[in-house]
């Protein structure tokens, strides 16, 4: 029976229910004055939450240093609103003032009120786009508070972040180390320390109490929160929100993260060593020498809408409890603000790199030992541009994955020898199925072909390929990296600006997953007839060949609309991986594999003595004979 074609009447078909999905899409959009009233809306309600907290901060901010310390009578008025850190409050440094430390990589501001840093520098990297002049700052505007909720011996309550620290900044060698100290004496003080070295992103972050044991009251841990809202740094919001997350680890060597999307996200694990705001490529770290023994942290998603929502993509919230040891706290901690790079943060060896996300399993593996080690020495060592480092990489990928190619196809070969076999063993026991099914298992045992060896190569490549979907929008490397037309290999390629905005498709068009699109169908196409003849239909099964034909459309459809938001190094990487792997189809086909030969040697097999089934083969064997014999003994009750 001829082949049904697809005619001018099917591409029509396909082509009308495209556009018609299309229409739908863009007609469920919200309208311009949709979007105008919901951005109102927020702006409204941000401009109330500001109102409120400025309001709350004006009736909790505390007096200024109006008098010298050791004015009783003012201290004694002070001492009615914070008890035994009145002291702070008569100190000079009580006022609205900052102290900067910087080194080659950080500049830190550190506020007297609250002691903690109100603005983190990465002075090496440009947020949005290279060129954009403006640089990536984690932490600015209030976008960031660390606080300690102090409970008193008289019963109170103080947050340190409402109170006045007293500043100290000391060389140390090539050391800075900034002391700043809540006083609730001249010899008593809670402090946080700050230790930046040269050249570096870890930052020391010490906190300690000194003769509070008469002023804090140590039957329960001191709270530490922290919570950051972090600003978008990339190119895509919808992108980078993506990859934002809380990661953190616990018990000694276990590895988790708060999921990266929804509200009110919330994990309470154990004895955690380290707790990592994580964004797409930068990340703040506190780790602790002491585990905290519990935590609560609680990630929300901000974006709403990729459109109107484009200033912050995630809020993070961390809950540390500190315990008290002697009647005193002291906990040795770090502060790691900088990129999320895989060497970077391995480097320090804290397992800061478990925050980035490989893959779980086989998938980690592959881009621990061999993605990573790689690309480092094509892109680091070499020195290649990272577009052609890219194209060298999946080269070297694809040959050393070419004779497991090769063996796929070997079977697929040696299977379309034996469809004609096949066909003559599915038509003379048309009506009984369990008879041809053994009938078949023999004629592929005499012929000495395994009609599971072309699935087994196919399921070695899939870890590779899904290792590299881990791999590329990962890689720190990439990020504001043009090549080509691409100006930013870690974000899509826009070459094309649309004036509207398509669902799940975007607002413009990128031209690395057209031509990875275009490389998949001309290969599918390629393969799909050979998979068809090496694998007739079986009764009851669905129609392969239909399937195929369908996918060979789907599959390019599917990439161009899912990737077209994509980093263009990923559709890169897909557009060169699918060409190579046409070109070793080809030389396969045309150069290696004889299809004589192949049949020759079946025909050779046929004559021999059949091999010994393999131990699954055998036991499939069995278990249809088995049930062969029950339908036998069913039948003949039947007669009796």
């Not at 961390?318 to 895989?342: T, V």
Request: charged letters at 25%.
């Amino acid at each position: 029976m001829e082949e049904k074609k697809l005619d001018l009447n099917s591409i029509i078909g396909f082509v009308l229910i495209f556009g018609i999905l299309i229409w739908i899409m863009y007609q469920n959009q919200p309208s311009e004055k949709e979007i105008a009233a919901e951005k109102a809306k927020k702006e409204l309600v941000a401009k109330q939450e500001a109102q409120a907290k400025a309001d709350k901060a004006k009736t909790a901010s505390l007096p200024a240093a109006a008098v010298t310390p050791g004015d009783t009578v003012q201290l004694a008025q002070l001492q009615k609103t914070l008890g035994g850190f009145a002291y702070s409050a008569t100190l000079p440094s009580a006022k609205e003032a900052f102290t900067t430390i910087e080194n080659e990589k950080l500049r830190l501001k550190i506020a007297n009120k609250g002691g903690y840093i109100v603005e983190a520098t990465l002075k090496e990297f440009e947020r949005l786009k290279k060129g954009s002049g403006e640089l990536v700052e984690l932490i600015k505007n209030n976008n960031s508070n660390l606080n300690l909720q102090l409970l008193t011996t008289d019963n109170r309550t103080l947050n340190s972040k409402d109170l006045y620290f007293e500043p100290t900044l000391e060389k140390i060698g090539a050391d800075q180390v900034l002391s700043m100290r809540l006083k609730a004496g001249a010899n008593e003080f809670l402090e946080y320390k700050y230790i930046l070295k040269p050249n570096d992103y870890l930052v020391g972050f010490d906190i300690r109490s000194q003769g509070l044991n008469r002023v804090l009251n140590s039957a329960k841990p001191v709270d530490l929160q922290w919570d950051l809202k972090t600003y978008r740094n990339e190119k895509s919001v919808a992108y980078e929100n993506r990859y934002a997350q809380i990661d953190y680890k616990y018990e000694e060597s276990k590895y988790n993260n708060v999921s990266s999307h929804g509200q009110g996200k919330e994990e309470t694990p154990t004895k955690v060593s380290y707790v990592a705001f994580k964004q797409h490529f930068f990340t703040t770290i506190l780790s602790t020498d002491k585990p905290f023994e519990t935590s609560k942290l609680q990630s929300d998603d901000l974006v709403k809408d990729d459109k109107i929502d484009t200033v912050f993509t995630k809020q993070f919230r961390a809950n540390l409890p500190l315990a008290f040891s002697n009647g005193e706290i002291d906990y040795k901690m770090n502060l790691y603000m900088g990129p999320a790079d895989y060497k970077t943060l391995k480097a320090y060896d804290k397992n800061f790199e478990k925050i980035i996300p490989l893959g779980w399993g086989i998938f980690g593996w592959i881009n621990k030992w061999i993605f990573i080690p790689l690309f480092g020495f094509l892109s680091s060592t070499i020195g290649l541009s990272l577009g052609i480092a890219i194209i060298i990489f999946t080269i070297i990928i694809k040959l050393a994955m070419s004779p497991i190619t090769y063996k796929s196809f070997l079977s697929q070969a040696k299977m379309k020898v034996l469809r004609p076999d096949i066909a003559e063993l599915g038509e003379k026991f048309k009506k009984d199925p369990m008879k041809k099914q053994q009938e078949t298992m023999k004629l592929y045992n005499k012929a000495g072909v395994n009609p599971m060896a072309g699935c087994i190569p196919a399921l070695i490549q899939l870890p590779f390929m899904y290792a590299s979907f881990q791999f590329f929008p990962a890689a720190f490397e990439l990020r504001q990296k043009s090549f080509l037309w691409a100006d930013d290999l870690s974000s899509f390629d826009s070459v094309v600006k649309l004036p509207f905005n398509i669902p799940m498709y975007g607002d413009h068009i990128s031209l690395f997953p057209i031509l990875a699109a275009i490389a998949i169908f001309f290969y599918m196409k390629m393969t799909s007839g050979d998979q068809q003849m090496a694998a007739p239909q079986q009764e009851g099964m669905p129609d392969m060949a239909k399937m195929m034909k369908i996918m060979i459309y789907v599959s390019p459809l599917m990439m161009l609309i899912f990737f077209n938001n994509y980093g263009s190094g990923l559709s890169l990487y897909n557009f060169i991986s699918n060409l190579i792997t046409i070109g070793i189809m080809f030389v396969i086909k045309n150069y290696i594999v004889d299809s004589d030969k192949i049949h020759a040697q079946i025909q050779e097999n046929k004559q021999r003595e059949p091999k010994k089934p393999s131990k699954f083969q055998q036991r499939l064997q069995d278990v249809m004979e088995q049930q062969e014999a029950a339908k036998a003994q069913a039948q003949n009750k039947k007669k009796k």
